[in-house]
């Protein structure tokens, strides 16, 4: 129903800057809350942000308030993820969901792309 491929991960001095992108294919993309998660080593899968089918809600984990900054283009099916300020606490592997409610819990989303790799580091 609803394909996702994440693009735009890479290696950053901490301080840079990376814009992650969620390309996506299906009918649904349009009804669907996109929420960005973001996994470490030896860490669990936490979600980062979330964006409203219309666009009109959003919502950030405290750790990245101010320097992250969701957005989507339903037109081109795509959604992004600009990340400014990034420090090497961010470095993680990124994944982009579909979901049908607008939250940062995992279980709210049932499609999944397969991810991009985030580095921060000297």
């Known amino acids: 129903q609803l394909q996702l491929v994440e693009s735009g991960g890479g290696l950053v001095q901490p301080g840079g800057s990376l814009r992650l992108s969620c390309a996506a294919s299906?009918?649904?993309?349009?009804?669907?809350?996109i929420g960005w998660f973001r996994q470490a080593p030896g860490k669990e899968r936490e979600g980062v942000s979330c964006?409203?089918?219309?666009?009109?809600?959003?919502n950030y984990v405290d750790s990245v308030k101010g320097r992250f900054a969701i957005s989507r283009d339903n037109a081109k099916n795509t959604a992004y993820l600009q990340m400014n300020n990034l420090k090497p606490e961010d470095t993680a592997v990124y994944y982009c969901?579909?979901?049908?409610?607008?939250?940062?819990?995992?279980?709210?989303?049932?499609?999944w792309g397969q991810g991009t790799q985030v580095t921060v580091s000297s």
């Open positions: 299906g009918v649904a993309f349009d009804y669907a809350t």
């Open positions: 969901a579909a979901g049908g409610a607008d939250s940062l819990a995992e279980y709210e989303y049932d499609y």
């Open positions: 964006i409203s089918s219309n666009g009109d809600n959003t």
